[in-house]
């Protein structure tokens, strides 16, 4: 398919290209699964996935690799500000919230970077001062309630 599209490879690259991680079709299939878990954000399925894939070909580095890794992702999985909070926690001295303060120091950038500035535009007001609009039709008449008040 390279050689068909033009692309040149270096020997090395040649020699990943070749290697067969596993020779187990069963072992691959479940790596195949592992990865479409992942994929639609299935963490845990994804860990049980790789470890019954290394499971079965002790020699499928890859898939322990991938284990280890989506056993991570599992482990912190769930809302950002749980997750940086448990970890600051775990690094952080006694009492002190470095994920709040890092919140407020974000939000106190933003507003200072985000608002109306000199160059805010009225397209409307620009408009009609421009005469670009012409001059605005008097309102239309109340509507006729045949005498009757409301």
Known sequence: VL???GVALSPE???RL???PTDDLTAFLLFSRGLLAEDAGDAAGAT???ADAARRDPGFALAAERRDESALAARTAGPARAVLTAAA????PEGLD????RADEIAARLRGNIGPGPDTREALVEG???GILGPLPDPPPPPDTGGEQR
């Open 89 to 92: 926690a775990a690094s952080a």
């Open 48 to 50: 049980r996935l790789y």
């Open 98 to 101: 470095v994920v709040g303060l």
């Open 3 to 5: 050689t068909a599209l």
């Open 13 to 15: 690259d040649e020699a």
């Open 128 to 130: 009609n001062q421009a």
């Open 18 to 20: 070749d290697v067969i």
